[in-house]
């Protein structure tokens, strides 16, 4: 057993950017971080969510994350005294050492966590007063989007329309040193709120659109690299959010999915078969992390692997019940996933098969005695899922075809 300023000094000796290039990582300097590809999980395409310093990492699209310790384990697929080895052991501290390095451990986690919390309740008042200043009457742009893509916009509709929406990337330093964010776009853009799993505004879902190609994004570009970049992001608190895309106050089945399109689409194919229920909730939970929810560890890519030759490493399908995740109503009874067929299906495969065991899983009181505890008391529900934890839920996923989502299904179903 080692003491936690142990484990704090083997973290303090390495450096999780070099690790994460050692792994494989193509990274670049963003401020004071550096991103680029995943060492894990290769990022996606586009490789700008992987982000990486000195004492952590994170990577927004296999949702992993942690110190340097946590960044080994993952990227060789080992456990705790391996890591720890590999990054040279543990040494034996004097009682001044560890006073030490207790102290700095505690004003670290603090000032971390306060400049955290800082940080989302300013992002999340950014978003709200974009939200606020957002159109809801003229949606003209907006639909002909979704006209595009050959879905009818629901009524209500709870999107928004950005006239001119900056597209920040990176940061640009002024003559005197000083940092700000770069604007390498500039358009008009739909707006979907995020809601927490608390049932309040969190941030917001931001799709770039392009005008002139109606059901088309936006065509972006890094002015440095020349790389596209996605004409999807969000802001504020992700976590556990999701995107309400019809009115339902009482949902008794729920389709969720990643994308705003992919779960309009499998809307519209419910409507046009006559199987669309009135007690139906149509959910988007904007990324696979967020769509499976949080993980218990990683598992080994069966195909893919990083620049360095190891597999990938992939979410695994055991959910962490002490995270949280997209809540449900008490009212639900049935939860389709949605998974797409244009994403890798391994990758893909686990997050659903994570959802399904999360939303079905037995009462929290029962998974106490296994040691995975996550009731709240106070409420009687499952904090972890959101869900009334004496009640059983049916939970399924469903897969789009091979290389399309659910979109590329409905418009070709009624080109």
């Known amino acids: 057993m080692l003491a936690p300023e142990q484990i704090a000094d083997i973290n303090e000796r390495a450096d999780c950017a070099d690790l994460a290039r050692q792994f494989g990582a193509t990274l670049r300097r963003s401020g004071r971080k550096w991103i680029g590809s995943c060492p894990l999980c290769g990022g996606g395409a586009k490789a700008t969510r ?76 950014r978003c709200r007063a974009i939200w606020r200043t957002a159109a809801v009457g003229d949606l003209s742009e907006v639909a002909a989007y979704i006209a595009g893509r050959g879905i009818d916009m629901p009524q209500p509709f709870f999107g928004r329309s950005a006239a001119v929406m900056p597209y920040f990337h990176g940061e640009t330093i002024d003559e005197a040193g000083r940092r700000s964010p770069r604007v390498v776009h500039r358009g008009p853009a739909m707006l979907a709120a995020l809601v927490s799993p608390a049932g309040a505004f969190c941030g917001l879902h931001i799709t770039w659109i392009d005008p002139a190609r109606p059901g088309k994004k936006a065509a972006i570009f890094d002015p440095e690299t ?12 992700a976590l556990g959010s999701h995107i309400r ?75 962490a019940f002490d995270k949280p995740s997209i809540p449900l109503p008490d009212s639900v009874e049935e939860v389709v996933l949605l998974g797409d067929g244009d994403s890798d299906p391994f990758t893909t495969r686990l997050a659903l098969e994570r959802a399904v065991a999360r939303y079905s899983a037995p009462p929290a009181s029962d998974r106490a005695q296994s040691g995975a505890s996550g009731k709240d008391s106070a409420s009687g529900q499952d904090s972890a899922s959101g869900k009334d934890s004496s009640k059983k839920i049916h939970a399924r996923f469903l897969f789009a075809v091979a290389g399309e989502d659910f979109n590329d299904m409905l418009r070709r179903a009624w080109a």
């Open 245 to 319: 895309l019809s009115k339902c106050e009482r949902p008794v089945r729920v389709f969720l999915g990643e994308g705003i399109e992919t779960v309009l689409s499998a809307r519209m194919f419910l409507r046009r078969a006559g199987r669309l229920r009135e007690t139906d909730a149509f959910w988007a939970a904007g990324s696979l992390g967020n769509l499976g929810g949080p993980h218990a560890g990683t598992i080994a890519h069966p195909s893919l692997t990083t620049a360095t030759g190891r597999p990938q490493r992939a979410p695994s399908a055991t959910p």
């Open 50 to 125: 992987f982000e990486a310093d000195r004492a952590g990492w994170v990577c927004a699209a296999c949702s992993s994350g942690g110190d340097a310790i946590a960044l080994v384990r993952a990227a060789k697929g080992c456990d705790f005294r391996a890591a720890v080895e590999a990054l040279g052991g543990p040494r034996v501290l004097s009682e001044a050492e560890r006073d030490r390095l207790a102290r700095e451990r505690a004003a670290r986690e603090e000032k971390a966590a306060r400049a955290q919390a800082e940080y989302r309740a300013a992002e999340i008042e």
């Open 226 to 237: 020349g790389d596209p970049l996605p004409a999807k992001k969000m802001r504020g608190s």
